[in-house]
């Protein structure tokens, strides 16, 4: 939960309601440990970090899966995700990392707001392969060497760069000489660009014409649809250990939906705050009333 807006919350939920200690307010650790217990939760649902462990398979994230999953594990070279922001790229890229086999070595560039160098250096030092110099041709013979010894070893390795939108055409180009590192018959490293819509617009461009030819594999993610939104939050709910107690009422997941236009990142924020609305109320079932407090108070913050 974002303190900014806890904070409000737990003035505007909180002051006159039946959650306050004594006189004073309660401190939001000790509230939030007390809503899980009440909704017979281990961890909070609804947590806006990337984490693998909630990821939900909609129709359209088991697609995307298999696709980056399909392209690194048949050395397809360039691989690309477009999705708009908060629909699960980051928490997709680091579901397949951990699903590869012990076979493949990986890399994960999370902010690529860098030059070629410090680019090349940052892969090397994820790959753990040292890095003593910031020579660029030297560099790019180390990762060569590194890349020959894996794939003489049976070994495959892929890099996957996050917020591919934001990498400068240079740092692009760099990339593309990288995919020329190969064998006759392998790509020797896999790399997956993964990125917002803006990266569509970026590849488009005419110098970067030799790059968008060589991406073999393309996905796509879009929002949920109001269905998944559902099946996303009671999943979420049952990882956190929801046991079927809680959850929300058909009108909540519309009311959800409708706001959020089914961005994961924005359903959590709502849900979230929604669980609290809930709580204030004492009520395990979230309704269409807690979802609306919820809204109103990330009113001009979603
Ligand atoms: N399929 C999913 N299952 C479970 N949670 C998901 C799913 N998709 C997204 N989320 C959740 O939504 C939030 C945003 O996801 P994530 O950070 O991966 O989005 P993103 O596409 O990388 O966003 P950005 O464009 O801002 O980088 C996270 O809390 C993540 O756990
Ligand atoms: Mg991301």
Do not use: W
């Amino acid at each position: 939960m974002e303190l900014a807006v806890a904070d409000r919350l737990a003035g505007a939920f909180l002051s006159g309601s039946r959650l306050r200690a004594g006189s004073r307010l309660m401190p939001l650790g000790r509230l939030i440990a007390m809503y899980l217990d009440f909704y017979g939760l281990k961890e909070q649902p609804f947590n806006i970090t990337p984490d693998p462990r909630f990821l939900v398979y909609t129709d359209g994230h088991r697609e995307a899966f298999d696709s980056l999953l399909y392209g690194i594990k048949s050395r397809k070279g360039f691989i690309k995700m477009v999705g708009e922001v908060g629909t699960g790229k980051t928490t997709l890229c680091r579901a397949v990392l951990r699903t590869l086999p012990n076979d493949v070595e990986s890399a994960l560039i999370l902010n690529p707001a860098m030059d070629e160098i410090q680019l090349v250096s940052a892969i090397m030092q994820d790959l753990g392969i040292p890095v003593y110099c910031n020579d660029r041709m030297r560099l790019i013979n180390l990762l060569n060497a590194y890349l020959l010894d894996q794939n003489r070893a049976g070994r495959n390795v892929v890099v996957v760069i996050d917020e591919a939108q934001n990498l400068p055409p240079a740092v692009m180009e760099q990339i593309r000489l990288l995919s020329n590192l190969e064998t006759d018959q392998d790509k020797l490293m896999q790399i997956v660009l993964a990125g917002q819509p803006e990266l569509e617009n970026r590849l488009g461009r005419n110098e970067l014409r030799q790059l968008r030819q060589r991406i073999m594999v393309s996905a796509r993610l879009e929002p949920l649809g109001r269905k998944d939104t559902g099946y996303y939050i009671s999943h979420r709910l049952k990882v956190a250990g929801a046991n079927g107690d809680s959850g929300f009422d058909s009108s909540a997941v519309a009311a959800v939906y409708r706001t959020s236009h089914g961005l994961p990142r924005l359903v959590n924020k709502i849900c979230d705050l929604a669980l609290l609305a809930g709580y204030a109320d004492r009520s395990r079932i979230i309704g269409r009333k807690h979802v609306r407090q919820a809204i109103s108070e990330l009113e001009g913050v979603i």
